[in-house]
């Protein structure tokens, strides 16, 4: 049989996002209740009870203890043995754990440290030595649990991050062109950086006879320099720049500058090349 007992509702929202959470495994019911009475007035401690050693484990991993108190002297289950268990238990092994004892042993109570246990309490202990051994060790977990928190979603925030930044590489090399053998042979390389930039090229026939042909750089790195860059493949691409001739460069360059200055996109500016070949003279 297992009974659990909760002397108040989880510490309000805001305070932590992990309040203090003991779990006592004990056979005896009056050992419980002891603890229990202790921990009552407690309104940052919520306590559950557990008096059957076998079902220590399933009651650990649903409860999620910020500290487990753990009696050594049990029927059927060596309360050793669940030392072991514990730290055995990937979910469990960094757990603090108190183990209670019925009286002062030195042998004992160095096997317990050497099986994992946290600290060590001659049952019953004073109320004042519990709840300060409670606060201790499970303020010094709630840090731990913290901490792995915040690193598991800064790792998820940089996942998104190089997800986003993959997915816009894709995207800009979705606009380069195709290599071609004739009638005019064009062939390229791709050779990433580690960052993101704003490197871009492209070429593309004006007519049957004239090809224009540019690569830009766009300063800095990352996805404002990428857009940008974008931004202008897709103007040159689709020869939307008013007023301009694309057949002529100069016309073409004072366009782009008119269209894109710096003050607009973040102070970002740019360099490119713009030449247009005519096959027919060379």
Known sequence: MTTSAQSQPAAPVGLSQ???TVLLVDDQLIIGEA???????????????????????ETAQTVRP?????????PDVDGMMLVRFYRADPALRDTPLIVLSSKEEPVVKAEAFACGANDY???LPDKIELLARIRYHSSAYIRLLERNEANAALA????RLADEMSAAAQYLMSLFPQPTPKPVALDWRYVPSADLGGDAFGYDWLDDDRLALYMLDVTGHGLASALLSVSIMNVLR???LPNADFRDPAQVLG?????FPGEAYGDKFFT????????STG
């Open 18 to 20: 992990f309040p203090i």
């Open 35 to 57: 603890v229990r009475r202790m921990i009552a007035d407690e309104s940052d401690i919520t306590f559950h009870f557990c008096n059957d050693p076998a079902r220590a484990i």
């Open 66 to 74: 910020t500290v487990i108190l753990q009696d050594l002297v049990m």
């Open 121 to 123: 309490l001659v049952k």
């Open 156 to 159: 998820a925030s940089r996942q």
């Open 238 to 240: 689709s020869r939307s």
């Open 255 to 259: 366009g782009l500058n008119d269209a």
């Open 272 to 279: 490119i090349w713009y030449g247009v070949y005519c096959r």
